[in-house]
């Protein structure tokens, strides 16, 4: 078995999936979206795949390796995105070819089930607390909202208490029984972070995210970590175990890689297992696709120390974007939530029948998705 082809897709509302074909009519998809610069890492899907044409798509970590080394330039969001849609891929023609999902090829499943939450926004909320109870009445036990729009370096005082009271009320909203976690997205410094989050301990978040930018973590993450006793996540802007590792050991101990930034299912597995030698927890960030939240599943059932999943069903980047989350493939019933969790899909591979018609229409059409640029009051720039 040979490889063939290698296609890349933009897909409505901000998605890009890879089509790996072989000459024995296994193909395998993946996805490889990086929010705001798809058509960048499609380019870079099509810069790497004549490395993989005529090759056994079955060295799928033989490939990792000349992808990702292969170029005296390494690294980065772009060249990790894109080797991550193909090797998800890779690894969806190898659980088909072996009969099998792919997490039976990681060594099998530790579990049956994946707890998963969901998104109820939350940067300029008109009431968070009926978000959360609809999240609810979905069938989830655990969302996630931002704690705020663009906040400047130091909160005002009714800045703080408005954060505060998000939490209360969706503390309130959800009781004491479901979980709620509070994302950051890195719009506060360090200085502001230490102050915030000792104030939300009371409303028992399952984990504060993101407190600080990556580029900030290597000064300030011990501290912010030492400083609360509410757990520390961080991860969706790190994409590789190299990464991470200054990360745990600084203390955070919830780790958020993304399967389609981080290197793919290959990374993603390493970056479990070195976060399980530091006794931290895996919560694959994902508010992607379906071929993403697949692939994030896989690696879930197969990884001992695996804490909860994101999803993007009803988020609101996909607000008038033209898709929903399983817009792409035809059986949206293998990932249906039940009492907040998804069971094992049972087909091969992925676990996902992809509706390459639809995938096709939408790729004609493509999307232009970018990220939204913020300003503070007085017009300089502000983290979104």
């Known amino acids: 078995m040979r490889i063939s082809a290698v296609e890349a897709f933009l897909v409505a509302p901000r998605w890009m999936f890879v089509k790996v074909s072989t000459d024995a009519g296994i193909d395998g998809w993946g996805e490889g979206t990086l929010e705001g610069h798809a058509g960048v890492v499609r380019a ?16 799928i970590e033989d490939h990792w390796q000349r992808l990702t080394k292969g170029g005296f330039y390494r690294g980065g969001p772009v060249l990790s995105s894109a080797v991550s849609g193909i090797d998800q891929a890779l690894w969806d023609i190898a659980g ?8 039976q090829l990681l060594g099998g499943p530790v ?5 998963v939450y969901g998104w109820i926004g939350g940067d300029r909320p008109a009431d968070v607390a009926a978000a959360a109870r609809a ?11 931002n704690a705020s729009a663009q906040l400047g370096p ?3 005082a009714a800045e703080t208490a408005e954060i505060v009271e998000r939490a209360r009320l969706v503390r309130d909203a959800l009781g004491d029984g479901l979980d709620f976690a509070v994302d950051f ?19 028992r978040p399952l984990f504060v995210e993101e407190p600080v930018t990556p580029e900030n973590g290597h000064a300030n993450l011990r501290r912010l970590v030492e400083s609360s006793a509410t757990p520390i996540a961080t991860g969706e802007r790190l994409y590789s175990r190299w990464d991470f590792l200054p990360v745990l050991e600084a203390g955070v101990r919830v780790v958020q890689p993304d399967v389609s930034h981080a290197g793919g299912i290959s990374e993603v597995r390493r970056i479990a297992s070195l976060a399980e030698t530091f006794g931290a927890v895996l919560a694959p960030h994902c508010p992607l696709g379906p071929l993403a939240l697949a692939a994030c599943l896989q690696v879930d059932l197969a990884a001992p120390n695996f804490l909860i999943q994101e999803q993007s069903l ?9 898709a929903e989350l399983f817009d792409y493939i035809e059986n949206p019933e293998h990932f249906r939530f039940d009492e907040g969790a998804i069971t094992a899909p049972p087909l091969p591979g992925l676990g996902v029948a992809v509706d390459e018609a639809a995938v096709r229409r939408a790729a004609s059409r493509g999307h232009a998705w970018r990220t939204p640029l913020w300003k503070h009051a007085d017009g300089s720039f502000a983290e979104w």
């Open 154 to 156: 130091l909160p005002s």
């Open 185 to 203: 997205h890195g719009r506060v410094s360090a200085a502001a972070a230490k102050r915030l989050i000792p104030e939300l301990e009371p409303y």
């Open 44 to 59: 870079a899907v099509d810069a790497l795949a004549p490395a993989l044409l005529g090759t056994d798509p079955l060295r």
């Open 111 to 115: 579990r049956d089930r994946v707890r």
């Open 135 to 145: 999240q609810r009445e979905a069938g989830l036990t655990a969302i996630k909202m």
């Open 314 to 322: 009803g988020i609101h980047y996909h607000d008038g974007g033209g």
């Open 96 to 103: 088909k070819a072996h009969g099998a999902p792919v997490h």
